[in-house]
């Protein structure tokens, strides 16, 4: 069943068009992950389904509710963690999270987020004087402290450290667990791929592709990547108009290749024509990124 409904939703700054009819469902209880570009239209869209700005054409609908209109009884359901926030520079971590717990009828244990999130030791701190990782997840703290029926957490991660990010990822999945949906907005693709259960591609503020991150893989020209060294002279457009291959480009000394088994085939038979021996020789099973770059066309 859907808790989130976008059906043509359309907004333009200054007469240029930032969501041109973007449309997707959310089921209950799933991560829903919004994948683009910067400047594809992910956080306008999603500030338009928490009601922060209201759409020049659309429908929009959260557990039934229109954001714009019902927006008081949106706040009880929905949490948000926004991509720039600010709080007061001298509040303190206890304070923002009373604060923000006051604020609801049926608030989540702030002792217990703070200890997931890493913020136990930090409850006398200000604001100001939190790292920005540290920022971060207070603010991923504040959105989960109303047990909302959803979040929308945009940016999740940035900001944190790798050990940080993954913690970050075991609680959302936690939160999940607990029946909340959660709508994330990334251009991590290792984390969409590891959390998501379905991903919207935005390109140019459309929806490009709409599947979990294995089907859009699938679907993808690559479905493996194969990457080495050459000991020779190689030119990547030979390479990409092998039979299969996607793309061939260069990363420092190495040459990446994505494609087919095909692909692999025909590369390695270029190879031994040429006399050319390929060092430190990598297959692997193609991942988000190249299906995000092979959707989009973009460098990320």
Excluded at 89 to 114: F, M, S, Y
Excluded at 119 to 134: K, V, W, Y
């Amino acid at each position: 069943m859907a808790i989130i409904e976008v059906n043509g939703l359309r907004k333009s700054y200054a007469g240029r068009p930032v969501v041109d009819g973007v449309g997707f469902t959310v089921e209950a209880g799933e991560i829903f992950g919004i994948l683009g570009t910067n400047g594809a239209g992910k956080t306008t869209t999603v500030e338009c389904v928490e009601g922060l700005r209201h759409p020049d054409a659309g429908r929009v609908r959260v557990a039934g509710l229109d954001p714009a209109a019902d927006r008081d009884r949106l706040t009880r359901i929905l949490g948000a963690q926004l991509q720039d926030a600010q709080l007061q520079p001298k509040i303190t971590v206890r304070e923002a999270l009373e604060l923000h717990a006051a604020c609801h009828q049926n608030p989540a244990d702030w002792r217990a987020l703070a200890e997931r999130l890493g913020l136990a030791d930090r409850f006398g701190t200000r604001f100001a004087e939190l790292s920005g990782g540290q920022q971060q997840r207070l603010f991923i703290a504040l959105a989960l402290i109303g047990n909302p029926q959803v979040v929308v957490l945009d940016e999740l991660t940035t900001g944190l450290d790798p050990r940080a990010r993954r913690d970050t990822w075991q609680l959302i999945e936690d939160v999940r667990a607990g029946g909340v949906t959660v709508v994330l907005v990334t251009h991590f693709m290792e984390e969409a791929q590891r959390l998501c259960d379905r991903v919207a591609v935005l390109d140019r503020g459309r929806v490009v592709a709409l599947d979990a991150p294995s089907g859009l893989i699938h679907r993808s020209a690559a479905s493996v990547v194969m990457s080495f060294t050459p000991l020779g002279a190689l030119d990547t457009g030979e390479l990409a108009a092998l039979p299969g291959a996607g793309s061939a480009t260069r990363q420092g000394d190495r040459v990446v290749i994505s494609g087919t088994d095909e692909t692999v085939e025909s590369v390695l038979s270029l190879l031994a024509r040429r006399g050319i021996t390929a060092r430190e020789l990598r297959v692997t099973d193609a991942t988000l990124d190249e299906a995000f770059l092979a959707l989009t066309g973009a460098e990320h």
